[in-house]
């Protein structure tokens, strides 16, 4: 069994900053990439940010200079430090993690549960 467990979401004001963490846990052999996803009412969920296990980063276009991802293999953890948030960032915000399993060295992709971010103007 695998489980993403994330935090760090609230209510900002525009303008303002929020960190957001998701740490792994479970039957865990190594992990691949890991990201960060957000659905806004109405709209599909999108990639935010997702950073390799060798620390390579891709972001969205709209999140570009503003959101800052990281991780510590160590712990099995993903960050999204988002700073300069606007109204539009408000979403729920899910964790991603592409792992192997010790079970049977079997990969699999993994979700957290979300954690909601509301920007007010």
């Known amino acids: 069994q695998v489980q993403l467990v994330e935090s760090g979401g609230g209510l900002v004001q525009a303008g303002g900053s929020l960190r957001l963490s998701c740490a792994a846990f479970?039957?865990?052999?190594?992990?691949?990439?890991m990201g960060w996803y957000r659905q806004a009412p109405g709209k599909q969920r999108e990639l935010v940010a997702i950073i390799t296990s060798g620390g390579v980063a891709n972001y969205a276009d709209s999140v570009k200079g503003r959101f800052t991802i990281s991780r510590d293999n160590a712990k099995n953890t993903v960050y999204l430090q988002m700073n300069s948030l606007k109204p539009e960032d408000t979403a729920v915000y899910y964790c991603?993690?592409?792992?192997?399993?010790?079970?049977?060295?079997?990969?699999?992709?993994?979700w957290g549960q979300g954690t909601q971010v509301t920007v007010s103007s």
């Open positions: 991603n993690a592409d792992l192997i399993r010790r079970w049977f060295k079997v990969q699999g992709v993994y």
């Open positions: 479970g039957d865990i052999f190594s992990i691949n990439a």
